[in-house]
């Protein structure tokens, strides 16, 4: 992979960019000139949501590339590729705000907890590493995501292994977290502040996207989009089960919370009671790429169709309301 590949916000790769302006652009990506993140929104907002999508970023910086070992398949594995370029057409056609990620997952995970470490990949004095320890939740313990590899600094993947060639110094770690991470959730919860204070409630639709997932036994059908609200902790039931409705009614395989039911972004920024809804969306690679699953392919159009349907119908509960939602789960 080049580090100089197009990123979110170039011209061959935006789609419907006219829909939107740029309204701010934050943070910085170490190693490279380029914004952590950027916000864009129509002149006029028609609904109260907010398209967010973390793990999209192609700007690579040479350094980092240069310290992956295979840098030729690891960012794409990485990455929700090209997911951005659905999100944003989705987000023209509903009038929604949309917040893009610059930075690339493979550098740091917007949605894990910045205290979420795998101490194994990194090097330091011991004073460094009981510093950042003691930073942690559970006393210290890591995550068993984070045991997998998977934390907020992703180490392994299944079917490469490890995924650098040395380890990281807790100072990187820092910078990462101070550059990337910080800016770009604080731009996420003002931007939830401002829609809220103008509608009265607020829906953040955090956008991925999936492998295909394997075939059940019997007749079942695997689904090929996901929505999930962390088991009802993040997003009012009624608000959910519209985006489900459409699901159904645009015929396709849809599924609620399983196996994706959302992580930190949904965890941090999501508060019925206080009216503002977050929902995961999880769209399967093979409906919006190419064959080679490495480009924007010919399904995106109706993709584009299917979510904005989904997101509108989510909004439209959001905005009839504008009160926080009292059956949201404790």
């Known amino acids: 992979m080049n ?46 949501v907010l398209i967010a999508v973390p793990h999209a970023g192609r700007a690579y910086a040479p350094d980092l590339m240069q310290r992956l070992r295979h840098a030729d398949d690891t960012p794409r594995r990485l990455e929700d590729r090209f997911v951005d370029v659905l999100a944003r057409e989705v987000a023209v056609r509903c009038g929604a705000a949309l917040l893009l990620a610059q930075a690339p997952r493979a550098m740091i995970d917007l949605n894990r907890d910045p205290r979420d470490l795998d101490l194994g990949m990194f090097s330091g004095s011991e004073e460094e590493k009981a510093a950042m320890r003691r930073g942690m939740p559970r006393g210290g313990a890591q995550s068993a995501r984070a045991m997998r590899g998977l934390g907020l600094f992703p180490r392994r993947l299944s079917g490469i292994g490890e995924l650098w060639r040395g380890p990281m110094r807790p100072v990187e770690a820092s910078h990462r977290i101070a550059a990337i991470h910080a800016p770009y959730h604080d731009a996420l919860a003002a931007q939830l502040d401002a829609i809220r204070e103008r509608w009265g409630g607020a829906l953040l639709v955090d956008f991925h996207s999936m492998p295909d997932l394997p075939q059940g036994g019997g007749t079942h059908v695997p689904a090929t989009h996901v929505l999930g609200d962390r088991f009802g902790a993040s997003c009012g039931r009624d608000v959910v089960a519209a985006g489900l409705a459409r699901l159904d009614a645009a015929g396709v395989q849809g599924a609620y919370n399983r196996p994706y039911a959302g992580g930190y972004v949904l965890e941090r920024h999501g508060a019925p009671r206080a009216g503002v809804h977050a929902v995961q969306i999880e769209i399967a690679r093979s409906l919006y790429l190419d064959d080679a699953l490495d480009r924007p392919g010919a399904g995106i159009g109706r993709q584009a169709t299917i979510m904005a349907q989904v997101v509108g119908a989510m909004a439209d509960v959001v905005a009839l309301s504008g009160t926080a939602w009292p059956q949201a789960a404790e």
Request: aromatic content about 2%; cysteine-free; proline content about 20%.
């Open 3 to 48: 580090p100089a590949e197009p990123g979110p916000d170039d011209p061959d790769t935006t789609g419907a960019r006219s829909g939107l302006t740029m309204l701010a652009a934050g943070g910085s990506i170490p190693g490279l000139a380029r914004p952590a993140y950027t916000l864009h929104a129509p002149e006029v907002p028609l609904t109260p």
